[in-house]
């Protein structure tokens, strides 16, 4: 029968995987409101703080008042404005290369990047871990797509080898799931010595990782020829929204030229950018946020070992807790928001069958003692899981 929806969505409930949407009724912060209820949450991207700042948002009322609140017309029309332009500057400069290009989402950058790239008769190559912004990309361009190891550079090689026509290679910088760092250095040397481009999603990374927040680029020291591509996203720890892809003045015109969701469709608010320019300044600017948020994930590290947690390889705000199985995952993060904590549980598809998460990620925003208040209601609700799966 066709359009069986209500079946697909028994299905889909009965496997512990129907997704709800929390609703927020309060801005992203440490305390939120969340369907009436005040909580202590671990669960934004907002890894420095900055989606509420109040320089940020006097930086966007003042935006909205100069330049109005739409973007009027796609950027090859008259959309481009000022702010856009300023922000493009300004995020080739952070980034430590020659252009950036403004998206209005880290989505549809992604999708741009790899449909201007590569196409029938060339490779896409992807880590098995790779968001599903790059999995999709890589999917809608045609090119002959392969996944290999995780953050595995000899298992890229092997792929690599058997490659055809021009060969992307992509990886998230941050794994959004894992929290993990991928060995950019390794992979970018698989790729050059064979040819191939390495393009780099750097969502979580910007801001959080490099001494000025230049992101894993900056990190490892890395520039547009061991990573022609990088993508980075301003809605996690700039706290605003859009994206960019960085680098040669070729690959930008490139884009310009090509890139169709970034010819068809409307430019971003300027007054956005407006925003985001300020959270920029903020963020070079005030290393203290990364070297309180460094502090805070030693400290829950450290905790939750104690209390005998499955953590991840992370040395990142993404701290994710292992549980396996989803309906398990569900009911650990009930009972922390039982106890006024909320930690959204991630199950699958989002991740690999059987490694349902609680993913916790920790602010600058946040302090000592309610990473204190998250390990003492986790120590109270773990242990005892085990006993009420049903
Ligand atoms: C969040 C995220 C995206 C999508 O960015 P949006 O701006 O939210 O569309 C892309 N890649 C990775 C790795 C992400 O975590």
């Given at each position: 029968?066709?359009f069986?929806?209500?079946a ?14 929390p609703?927020?009724e ?18 934004n991207?907002?890894?420095?703080g900055?989606a ?5 948002i ?15 017309a796609?950027?090859?029309?008259i959309?481009?404005?000022?702010p856009h332009h300023?922000l ?13 290009l ?7 950058a992604?999708l741009a990047?790899?449909t201007?790239?590569v196409?029938?008769g ?5 880590d098995?871990?790779?968001h599903?912004?790059l ?17 595995d550079p ?5 792929r ?16 959004s799931m894992?929290g993990?760092?991928a ?10 010595a ?5 393009m ?5 990374g910007?801001?959080?990782l ?10 490892f ?11 980075g996203?301003?809605?996690k720890?700039c706290?605003?929204?859009?994206a960019f ?10 884009l310009?030229?090509f890139?169709?969701?970034?010819i ?7 007054a ?10 903020l963020?070079r ?8 948020l ?10 939750a070992q ?6 991840m390889?992370s040395?990142t705000p ?11 995952a ?10 006024g904590v909320?930690?959204?549980a ?5 991740v ?11 602010s600058a ?6 990473v204190?208040?998250l390990?003492?209601v ?7 899981l ?5």
């Open positions: 029968m066709a069986d929806l209500t697909r969505l028994a299905e889909r409930r009965a496997a512990d995987l129907y997704r709800q949407r609703l927020l309060s801005p992203q912060g440490p305390h939120v409101v969340v369907d009436g209820q005040p909580l202590l949450a671990f669960c991207n907002d890894y420095l900055l509420n700042h109040p320089e940020v006097a930086a966007w009322c003042a935006g909205a008042e100069q330049w109005g609140v739409g973007g009027g796609s950027h090859l029309v959309g481009h404005s000022t300023a493009e500057q300004a995020l080739a400069e952070l980034t430590g290369r020659p252009r950036a403004l998206f209005s989402t880290g989505y549809m992604n990047a790899i201007a790239l196409g029938q060339d490779s896409v190559l992807e098995r871990l790779n599903a912004s999995l999709d990309g890589g999917r809608l361009s045609g090119a002959r797509f392969s996944r290999y190891r995780h953050n000899a298992s890229l090689a092997s690599l080898d058997k490659a055809v026509g021009d060969a992307l290679v992509v990886t998230d910088g941050v794994f894992d993990d760092i060995d950019l250095p390794a992979l970018a040397a698989v790729a050059k064979r040819g191939a481009w390495l780099v999603d750097d969502a979580h910007l801001g959080t490099g001494a000025q927040g230049g992101g894993v680029v900056e990190q020291g890395l520039g547009v020829d061991q990573v022609p591509v990088l993508i996203t301003l809605g720890a706290g605003t929204a859009g892809v960085a680098g040669s003045e070729e690959l930008i015109e490139t310009v030229q890139a169709r969701p970034y068809y469709t409307t430019s971003q608010p300027p956005l950018a407006c925003a985001t320019l300020k959270s920029l300044e963020l600017r005030d290393t203290w946020r990364r070297e309180h460094a502090a805070l994930i030693a400290q829950f590290r450290a905790g104690a209390i005998g947690l499955a953590l390889d040395q993404i701290q994710p807790i292992l549980i396996g199985d989803s309906a398990r569900l009911e650990l993060s009930r009972r922390l928001r039982e106890r909320l930690v959204t991630i199950r699958p598809p989002t690999p069958a059987g490694s349902a998460r609680l993913r916790v990620t920790l925003a946040h302090s000592q003692a309610q204190q208040l390990l003492n986790l120590a109270e609700c773990y242990p005892t085990e006993t009420a799966d049903a």
